[in-house]
C-alpha cells in the first residue's frame, strides 16, 4: 500500500516512538495490521501521532518468558513501526485504525515519558533492507508454502482464495500469512526477527508442519 510520505531509509523516521504491547500482534513491513483502540492510554497515543504529524506507531510484543509487572511488562527488543493509514470513529469511544507496516526496529532504551503510553528510542539499521519492497523474494521456496497451506486449511476446514493467493507475490504472500497465522508469541517473534524473506517463509513453513503432526497425534485441531 502507498503511502503519502515516502520512506527510504532509517533517517526518513524518528528515533523516539511510541510503543503499543500487544501479544500475538505481529506486523510486518508492508502489511497491514487492523486495530481496535479502546484503552484511553491508546486513544492517547493515536491522538498524539495524528497531532504530531508523523503517525507512527510501534508495534511491539510483550516478552512472556520475562514478563516483567503487569502495568509494563518487559517487551521484547525488536518489533516494528506502522504508519495509521486508516482511521474510523465508531461513536462509542473507539478508534478502528488500519497500520501499513514500514520497517522493524530493535529497542534501544525505553525513555522515561509523562504519557500515559510507552515510548522508546529505537534503531531501524538492523533492518536496513526493510526499505526495498519484495528484495530477494525469488528465493523463497513458493510451493512449499502454498502446500503447508493447503494442508493446514484442509485439516482445520478452512477455505481460501486461491485466485487471489496465486496472484500474490511472494512478499505479500509470506508476510500476510504470517501475520494472519493463529501461532503463539514465540513463533510470531521468530517471523517478525527472520534476517530475510526466505527465512520467515521456511520458519512459517516448520511451524505449519510442526502444528499439523501434533493435530494428527493428537487427533484434535487446537489451532480453532
Sequence with gaps: MPFNVVYRSPGDLPEVIPVFPLSGALLLPRGQMPLNIFEPRYMTMIDDA????DRLVGM????AANPGSPTAPNLYKVGCVGRITQLSETGDGRY???LTGVC???IEQEMT?????RQCRVTYVPFKDDFTARKDEDAVDRGAVLRALSEFLKANKLQA???GIDEAPNEALVNALAMMSPYGP???QAMLEAPDL???????VAVTEIELANQRTSGETPLQ
Design 186 to 188: 514465540a513463533e510470531k
Design 104 to 106: 522493524r526496529f530493535r
Design 96 to 98: 478502528l485504525i488500519q
Design 113 to 117: 515519558v509523562r504519557t500515559p503510553y
Design 60 to 63: 511491539i510484543q510483550p516478552d
Design 161 to 163: 482464495d486461491w485466485e
Design 198 to 204: 526466505k527465512t520467515r517463509a521456511e520458519i512459517l
Design 50 to 53: 495524528l497531532k504530531g504529524g
